[in-house]
């Protein structure tokens, strides 16, 4: 990378005092104290595990979405497939796999990173790496699905309509639209001299906490 190149700047600042402040199924909240500029200073912090999420594009261009009821959102929303990195050990990439699987009944032979997201940077620790799969076929046994993944729907949808539907602001989930932005742009510079790709799948996972 260029000594000039955008890019944000990994490095926390020590955290000099921690309270549990609640404890949750999927996360929990602390009072964490660090000090910046001469001063100490406390904030609530969602501690997270992350996540891994699916753009998962087959030969007509097609992007795999699911719509799922999400209460905190108050609404359905189209994602992308997408879970908790709360598996002890497993690496994101199988947790990836795995994902795909269990929400769309799909596999795929193809896989590179595409993007990092840091979902709110001033609240939570979550961040949720984006993986592109390609080369996708269907499983032969559907996954027995329950709560908010009983009623859910998955769908291919051309990435142009994915698209136009996140400039028209009729999409939410901002893994969604972070991931369909980024395939668009890449499709667009596809062949110049300067294209932007997708990276390997084992490329370092530096902003999430346990892989650093």
Do not use: C
């Amino acid at each position: 990378m260029l000594a000039d190149a955008l890019a944000d700047d990994l490095g926390a600042r020590p955290v000099l005092a921690r309270e549990r402040l609640f404890d949750g199924r999927v996360w929990d909240v602390e009072g964490q104290e660090f000090e910046l500029g001469g001063v100490r200073i406390r904030r609530e912090v969602i501690v997270h595990p992350g996540a891994v999420a699916i753009a998962a594009v087959n030969e007509r261009d097609e992007l795999m979405l699911v719509h799922q009821y999400r209460h905190p959102a108050g609404g359905t929303l189209w994602e992308l497939p997408a879970g908790l990195l709360d598996v002890e050990g497993e690496h994101p990439l199988d947790a990836a796999k795995r994902e795909l699987a269990e929400e769309t009944d799909l596999a795929a032979d193809g896989w590179q990173t595409l993007l990092d997201v840091s979902t709110s940077g001033g609240g939570s620790t979550e961040v949720i790496r984006i993986y592109l799969a390609t080369d996708v076929r269907e499983l032969p046994d559907a996954f027995d699905r329950v709560h908010e993944e009983a009623e859910m729907e998955r769908r291919w949808v051309p990435l142009d309509e994915v698209v136009e539907a996140a400039l028209a602001m009729r999409l939410h989930n901002a893994t969604l639209l972070s991931a369909a932005l980024a395939l668009a742009a890449m499709r667009a510079r596809r062949g110049q001299a300067h294209g932007i790709h997708a990276h390997p799948a084992d490329v370092p996972f530096d902003w999430h906490p346990a892989h650093r």
